[in-house]
């Protein structure tokens, strides 16, 4: 069967498909979420959210409407509290003998050890980089000193370059890079297309939890089972994916899980998630006293020390927006669920007037599915004029939005459009509001 996301192509946009619950979850990347929305779960209440957030109450930002999340959030005000206190009292080498040392190691230790448990992992899964493209260039590195003559690596075109160039560049330490292609209608990555491209050659299998232009949310579970049939690795970017609600990573079955701190209302970090026995079996890429510690293997850089504390004030926002909305005691990965379970009716609400009044016009191709449900509040769109040009005349209308590929030309040529060109961008995220979808509506208006 199709998927719902593959039925929603732009050439059916206007004939957009409602389909019943049950449909829904046969597409198998939208069952957890739709299970959380049908457990009764409160309104969000914007209100409380907009308050932990210092860009909100900015004399500076007043009146413009963010549309360009994609590229990083807000920061909460717990994020920036945390960093504050850390660079003003103990902005030292921690862990040594001394008291303002003894903190900030403490506050370090205890950022990734509350981000592992919202995340649904031990903390040796955890290992935090400058970026995500740091951390996969170094995974990708172990990787090249493991290969075997006849290894083979499949990766897609609907990913950001992150965790796709790192891959295909191992042809040149001898691998064979196979390339799982996206339908140049819809944008859909079709899981049939992917067993032709496994085999027992695969050693690993790199794809998006969430693409960055396309917004389809795939089904990760069901690719990981496929490709852990095969016996590969699989390395899942989730940075388009997990500012909508961070994902439980065994659940997922993803052996490495990638998302970006500064995506999901933090500080400026790279998140690399991954299995210890994976991480155990590829070569050392740190100091070499590190090896022996799993979380040190493929962080050859020292970690900043301030954000790395900081890593606490994202868990402080989805614990406020917990206690707020529902009060009761629960596990700290049963408070990120039902959170998410929330913000995603958020963005599903707000996503669908414009999804609709896209559908309404002849002059714009939608990429990506047009049901709110099957996608994230990351919409490109493709028009006459390029995409850095609407985004400028958007701006005089006080509407931040973006312009260009996006580091993700290959989706975006693989989808028969021109990277230089460009796309659209507008992307939010649940603490936007229907009055900020209704003013940017009206600016494309204008704009269009």
């Known amino acids: 069967m199709h998927t719902l996301a593959h039925r929603l192509g732009w050439k059916t946009c206007q004939e957009r498909i409602r389909s019943d619950p049950g449909g829904i979850a046969e597409t198998g990347a939208l069952n957890a979420e739709i299970s959380a929305m049908t457990t009764p779960t409160p309104q969000i209440d914007l209100a409380h959210v907009r308050a932990q957030f210092p860009a909100f109450s900015d004399p500076a930002l007043d009146g413009w409407g963010f549309f360009e999340n994609a590229g990083g959030s807000y920061p909460s005000r717990q994020t920036v509290e945390r960093l504050t206190h850390f660079y003003t009292h103990t902005k ?37 980089g400058p970026s995500t493209t740091q951390n996969v260039y170094v995974l990708s590195q172990a990787m090249r000193r493991s290969l075997r003559p006849g290894d083979e690596i499949v990766v897609t075109d ?34 049939g297309a992917l067993d032709g491209l496994l085999s ?68 400026h970090q790279g998140i690399m998630v991954a299995r210890p026995e994976v991480v155990e079996a590829l070569p050392a890429e740190g100091h070499g006293f590190n090896a022996g510690s799993v979380t040190k293997r493929l962080t050859p850089a020292g970690p900043d020390h301030a954000q790395v504390a900081a890593l606490s004030g994202m868990i402080d926002y989805f614990d406020a927006l917990d206690r707020h909305h529902f009060g009761d005691e629960a596990t700290p990965r049963a408070r990120m669920e039902r959170v998410s379970a929330m913000m995603r009716a958020q963005e ?56 260009g590929d996006f580091y993700a030309p290959r989706v975006i040529r693989g989808m028969g459009e021109d990277p230089d060109h460009g796309v659209l961008r507008l992307s939010f995220l649940h603490y936007t509001s229907r009055e900020e979808i209704d003013r940017l509506i009206a600016a494309l208006d204008q704009v269009l």
């Not at 862990?95 to 903390?123: C, I, N």
């Not at 500012?243 to 052996?255: E, N």
């Not at 609709?356 to 016009?361: P, V």
């Open 158 to 191: 609907q990913d950001h370059e992150a965790n796709t160039g790192a891959w295909r560049r191992l042809e040149e330490a001898g691998a064979t890079v196979r390339v799982w292609e996206v339908d140049p209608d819809t944008g859909h990555l079709d899981l």
């Open 92 to 128: 030292m080498q921690p862990y040594a003998p001394y008291p303002a040392s003894e903190q900030g190691g403490a506050a370090m230790d205890e950022g990734q050890a509350r981000l592992a448990a919202a995340l649904g992992v031990g903390l040796d899964w955890l290992h935090v």
């Open 200 to 267: 027992e050659r695969t050693r690993l299998l790199a794809f998006p939890h969430c693409s960055n232009i396309v917004g389809e949310i795939n089904p990760v579970a069901e690719i990981t089972a496929k490709a852990r049939a095969a016996g590969a690795i699989t390395v899942v970017d989730g940075v388009s994916y997990a500012p909508h609600g961070l994902p439980d990573v065994q659940a997922l079955g993803a052996d490495v899980y990638l998302f970006s701190a500064y995506k999901t209302y933090g500080p």
């Open 348 to 403: 599903i609400a707000v996503a669908a007037p414009l999804l609709d009044w896209i559908c309404g016009r002849n002059d714009l191709r939608l990429l990506g599915p047009s049901d709110p449900v099957a996608r994230a509040p990351t919409v490109a769109v493709v028009h006459k004029r390029p995409g850095e040009a609407l985004a400028a005349d958007l701006a005089q209308h006080k509407v931040m939005a973006g312009g």
